[in-house]
């Protein structure tokens, strides 16, 4: 099936890691019997590494003032540097791309701003823009994992956690805060073991949708599944099937009302 | 450029998480801290400037990335006119983009200066791959060539790095040195 001659565009693709799997370890098979070819993957791969090495820490710089689009003059205002209807604007708008290459903007749709609803789109959005993120997704990391809740449950002015799921296979890679015109969000990334993600997403809910039932949600193809319990509300979506993300939804959900 | 335009609430939202990898990309092909920033500035006025004109259903992070580039060539351009004043490996440390952090730094230079002595079609290449992660469609689209062509440079690319890598080792073991 997937014995068809290695092309070189082949070889960079899998230094690249981006050759489906079939065909990767078709690949690989043939390196295994020339290790001249395999010594150059590896020297590839070597350099590429080099290369993220001694570029990587420039994302860990501050951003200089004058590159932060959230502090420019005029800027729309409330909360921090966000407008209201613009940013739900373009929550609405965001999609997943099928495939590894990332994400895409759809037009622009008038849709509900309150409640679950726009917390569906808000989550899906932020899974959008930071799941596919090989290199930072997530601002703390799991390693930190006491000082990433502490650090959201004060900005959400609410005791918040990174719940276990290590029952659904999920393993904690981090988290991040996210601005929304409802207020400060939090985004916790999980990932299974063939480095798939999920999203918790969670904020403060206003008093009139302060409790919601668990509500299954389709953001332009992106799954997930919604609901609120007493004030904070709550999304779980991924690429993941349906079931396994409702299965996930009742276990953050069990969780919380443990706690 | 003026400072003044102002970016949307959804540009912003969309945008922001992005400029720290337009940062490390203009760093790279610049290798002056200031001179990238000051790029990525001047990418974002034309990225506000234009935001209507973006095409919605293709990727943002290729279009901003094509302004980046294409801003970053003219500055190398204008660099080669004036006869910028110092082959890159001579360029004072304090200005360049690598922060001299613990033993690492000295490699991390080194992979720097010889990914400096790449013709830049190639460089541009290996960085928006390796680096900044885009598909290999992006990479055309922000090249403005065909992706058989992006193939075809990243392997050129990566065979030469690896050819001046080897000739570093062979040249002064156990440490590669560059800098005649």
Not at chain 2, 55 to 58: C, E, G, K
């Given at each position: 099936m997937n014995d068809a001659p290695v092309t070189e565009a082949e070889i960079q693709a899998h230094v690249d890691g981006r050759l489906p799997s079939g065909r990767a370890a078709a690949v690989e098979a043939w390196l295994a019997k020339y290790p001249d070819e395999a010594s150059r993957v590896a020297s590839y791969r070597a350099q590429r590494d080099a290369l993220r090495a001694a570029l990587d820490p420039v994302l860990d710089e501050p951003l200089p003032l004058a590159l932060d689009l959230r502090l420019r003059e005029g800027a729309p205002t409330g909360r921090p540097g966000f407008g209201r209807s613009a940013l739900a604007a373009s929550i609405a708008g965001l999609l997943l791309a099928g495939g590894g290459a990332g994400w895409t903007l759809r037009g622009l749709d008038a849709q509900a701003t309150t409640g679950t609803a726009a917390l569906a789109r808000e989550a899906a959005a932020s899974y959008a823009i930071y799941a596919d993120d090989r290199t930072r997704p997530v601002e703390i990391g799991a390693d930190q994992r006491r000082t990433l809740d502490a650090w959201l449950s004060r900005r959400l002015s609410r005791p918040i956690a990174a719940p276990d799921l290590d029952a659904a296979g999920l393993r904690l890679i981090g988290g991040r805060l996210l601005p929304t015109e409802h207020g400060p969000a939090a985004l916790y990334l999980y990932q299974n073991a063939a480095g798939e993600r999920t999203a918790l997403y969670l904020r403060i809910m206003k008093s009139d949708d302060a409790t919601d039932r668990m509500t299954r949600r389709d953001e332009d193809g992106l799954r997930g599944w919604t609901w609120a319990d007493d004030g904070l509300g709550f999304g779980v979506f991924g690429a993941a099937s349906d079931d396994f993300l409702h299965s996930a939804a009742d276990m953050v959900r069990a969780r919380y009302r443990q706690s | 450029m003026t400072p003044s335009m102002q970016p949307s609430g959804e540009m912003i939202t969309l945008v922001q998480p992005l400029i720290p990898a337009l940062r490390r990309y203009a760093r790279a092909l610049l290798r002056d801290r200031d001179e990238a920033d000051d790029l990525v500035q001047d990418a974002l006025e034309r990225a506000i400037a234009n935001w209507r004109q973006r095409?919605?259903?293709?990727s943002l992070r290729a279009w901003l990335f094509t302004i980046l580039h294409n801003l970053a060539m003219d500055r190398l351009r204008r660099r080669a006119r004036r006869g910028y004043p110092a082959p890159i490996e001579d360029v004072p440390e304090a200005r360049l983009a690598i922060p001299p952090t613990q033993e690492t730094a000295a490699a991390q230079r080194n992979i720097m200066a010889l990914v400096a002595r790449l013709p830049e079609e190639q460089r541009s290449v290996l960085l928006l791959i390796g680096v900044e992660e885009l598909s290999y469609a992006e990479a055309a689209r922000v090249l403005d060539v065909p992706q058989g062509t992006i193939m075809s440079r990243l392997s050129r690319a990566r065979e030469r790095l690896r050819r001046l890598m080897e000739e570093g080792e062979a040249a002064s073991p156990p440490s590669l040195r560059i800098v005649p």
């Open positions: - | 095409r919605r259903a293709s």
